[in-house]
């Protein structure tokens, strides 16, 4: 490395020789230990500047743009016909057996009348079979 | 290793894994962002450039191919975008050229921390634009010589001496503000 070049180095990548092209870094480092005030202005003037970009404040996106990027991005294939159903949870099995309890309620409550209602019909149907004819048309039909 | 860990999310987020999408977004936003606003120095107009440069983005995943890395060709993409807001804001001003005076570390700028920040922001946004993207590249975001120089589209000679011209144009300015103080 010849110290031009290494002014070079400094002018374009300031006063931090791990900033320089690694290929250079090596030889920089050592004519900076050889001939350190050879260089000290020109490291002085590049670790200024250095210190200002340090001092310049981040730039980071909002919630607002972060959510709108996020949003522009693809959906995934059939996204939009999901059907979502509820997740499992604790009260499910709960809900299962009031659902039971109650369905077994309903059928004590409804057999007697079905079964009567049963009963009439299969009587009825008994009489039309052994007589050949519907008793309870022909009483309408000889009504006055 | 982030190459291969880019492939992997780039594949699920052309899928809609939104898990991949955000990691995307939460990595490479802040840098596009902080790019689009040191080169316009306009807020409003570096989301709006980001907000393309992602909406692209989405659109090139499906088909995506790694001849290059991801980050690199979206931070040229949002230098494209850049340089073409540019060209319409030179277009649409005729005859209008960025007030130098401005930029420059005035005597009360060198004694006040903040304005010195500020006026070396305005300093690097007053820079030719490739030579502030090259600055911001390299000396802000901290990109390797060659992906700077990739995302430019220029030699990595060319552009070390983009960054020179522009390092001794800001320190001409640091040190005419501190002898002015």
């Known amino acids: ?144 | 290793m982030a190459f291969t860990s880019d492939l992997d999310q780039i594949a699920r987020a052309a899928a809609g894994d939104p898990a991949a999408v955000r990691s995307l977004v939460h990595r490479y936003s802040p840098g596009i962002l902080g790019l689009a606003t040191r080169m316009l120095s306009d807020r409003a107009e570096a989301e709006d450039v980001t907000q393309e440069t992602f909406i692209r983005a989405w659109k090139a995943l499906p088909g995506w191919e790694p001849r290059a890395k991801f980050s690199t060709w979206l931070h040229r993409v949002a230098l494209n975008l850049c340089y073409d807001r540019l060209r319409k804001r030179k277009e649409s001003l005729p005859g209008e050229l960025p007030d130098m005076a401005d930029t420059r570390l005035a005597p009360h700028d060198a004694l006040d921390q903040l304005q010195r920040v500020s006026a070396i922001e305005s300093a690097i946004i007053a820079l030719p634009e490739r030579q502030s993207a090259a600055l911001t590249l390299c000396a802000l975001q901290g990109h390797s010589q060659s992906e700077a120089a990739e995302i430019l589209d220029v030699s990595v000679e060319a552009l070390e001496s983009l960054l020179a011209r522009a390092r001794r144009t800001l320190r001409a300015q640091l040190l005419e503000g501190r002898t002015s103080a």
């Open chain 1, 1 to 144: 490395m010849i110290e031009d070049r290494l002014f070079e180095l400094i002018e374009t990548w300031g006063a931090d020789p791990d900033a320089y092209p690694e290929a250079e870094r090596a030889g920089a480092k050592a004519l900076l230990a050889a001939h350190p005030q050879r260089f000290a202005p020109a490291l002085a003037d590049a670790r200024a500047l250095d210190a200002a970009f340090d001092r310049l404040p981040g730039i980071l996106p909002s919630a607002a743009l972060t959510a709108a990027l996020i949003a522009s991005a693809p959906k995934p294939a059939g996204a939009g016909f999901r059907l979502r159903l509820p997740k499992f949870s604790a009260w499910a099995p709960a809900s299962g057996l009031a659902a039971l309890t109650a369905g077994v309620f309903m059928g004590i409550m409804v057999a007697p009348a079905a079964s009567a209602a049963s009963d009439t019909d299969d009587v009825q149907a008994l009489l039309e079979q052994a007589l050949g004819y519907d008793p309870a048309a022909l009483s309408e039909e000889i009504a006055p």
